[in-house]
């Protein structure tokens, strides 16, 4: 038979999502889709897509670059939850990687 939970078992917190923190994971996904669309229109282009596609991936560049600083500013503050934060900075910074590299090969 199921237990009956005591009325003292909820805990209740002051704890909330930093809207920072989502806006941080927001511009990632945002920046991923663009990164898979620039990828798609390059390959399609046979690499030559022109201009316009490199100017779209510098942008993506500092879209990024803006995630990361708006998930860190989230990730400072007391009495949140994480998660937003964590995955801001974590999507932001691997794509910090992916463009810092890519820069790098020149592909």
Not at 81 to 104: A, D, E, H, K, Q
Request: aromatic share 14%; charged share 15%.
């Amino acid at each position: 038979m199921r237990k009956r939970k005591k009325q003292d078992d909820f805990k209740f917190s002051d704890k909330y999502h930093p809207i920072q923190g989502i806006i941080g994971t927001a511009i990632g996904g945002l920046v991923i889709l663009c990164m898979l669309s620039l990828f798609i229109i390059s390959s399609r282009s046979g690499g030559n897509a022109g201009l316009w596609i490199g100017l779209a991936g510098m942008g993506s560049f500092l879209l990024c670059i803006a995630g990361f600083i708006f998930s860190v500013i989230g990730f400072r503050k007391q009495e949140i939850y994480y998660r937003f934060p964590i995955t801001g900075i974590m999507m932001n910074s691997s794509l910090f990687v992916v463009f810092l590299l890519l820069y790098i090969v020149g592909i």
